[in-house]
């Protein structure tokens, strides 16, 4: 009669002993999981990079083919309009923060698109206190680093866009320096030289000769 009571608490016994062995199972077989985890990324790690770099590299020789990369021109468009409207309801205090963020962004971008905007924006700005010079004088400034980097970037079309910045400013010595670099770039394109040479006529004509 008492042999099952028994048996049943050498049963539970049994189970309670196993316990421990059974947790230590689990425990080895969760450290087992992450370890194999690990060296899985640590496998994965040296292709991810590899995928990044490529990435990058793609990005750059879009934005030297095509101009601003699709991403970038939107980011680039929104700040932009952020600081036109700052200028339109007066709040130069908004649109100075705002150009001075495109400034940085422009000088770690390298495209002289964006420094010609940014020469642009400061004209729109206007002469203000927060200026660390005259509006025409930051708005030269970029113009020139774009024309570096349009020259450097075999960019006819860039220069002329800045010696367009450089007639705004009225500094015609600096657009027939510009006109000049644009000749010397377009040499031995042809379809370049008409373009430098129907801007030359224009600025000709609009200059009086001068």
């Known amino acids: 009669m008492l042999r099952r009571p028994v048996d049943a608490t050498v049963g539970v016994l049994g189970l309670v002993s196993l316990g421990p062995l059974f947790f230590g199972l689990l425990c080895g077989i969760a450290v087992d999981r992450v370890q194999a985890a690990h060296e899985r990324a640590a496998v994965l ?3 991810k990079e590899g995928l990044q ?14 101009g ?6 939107r980011e680039w468009r ?16 908004t649109a100075m923060a705002v150009w001075r963020e495109g400034y940085a962004a422009a000088m770690q971008r390298g495209q002289w698109r964006d420094l010609i905007d940014i020469g642009d924006a400061a ?19 970029s113009y020139l680093t774009a024309l570096h980097r349009a020259q450097s970037q075999g960019s006819v079309d860039g220069i002329l866009q800045v010696a367009a910045g450089f007639a705004g400013l009225g500094d015609t010595a600096a657009l027939q320096n510009c006109v000049d670099i644009a000749r010397q770039v377009a040499d031995g ?5 008409s373009r430098v040479v129907s801007f030359a006529e224009r600025f000709t004509a609009a200059t009086g000769g001068r």
Request: net charge negative; charged share 30%; proline share 5%.
């Open 53 to 66: 770099a490529r990435n990058r590299q793609l990005m750059a020789i879009e934005l030297q083919t095509h």
């Open 68 to 73: 601003r990369h699709e991403a970038f021109q």
């Open 189 to 193: 394109d042809p379809e370049a030289q």
């Open 78 to 93: 929104q700040r932009l309009d952020r600081m036109g409207e700052a200028v339109t309801l007066g709040d130069t205090r």
């Open 123 to 141: 004209l729109r700005i206007g002469d203000i206190a927060d200026f660390a010079e005259t509006a025409p004088g930051a708005a030269r400034r």
């Open 45 to 47: 790690e040296p292709y």
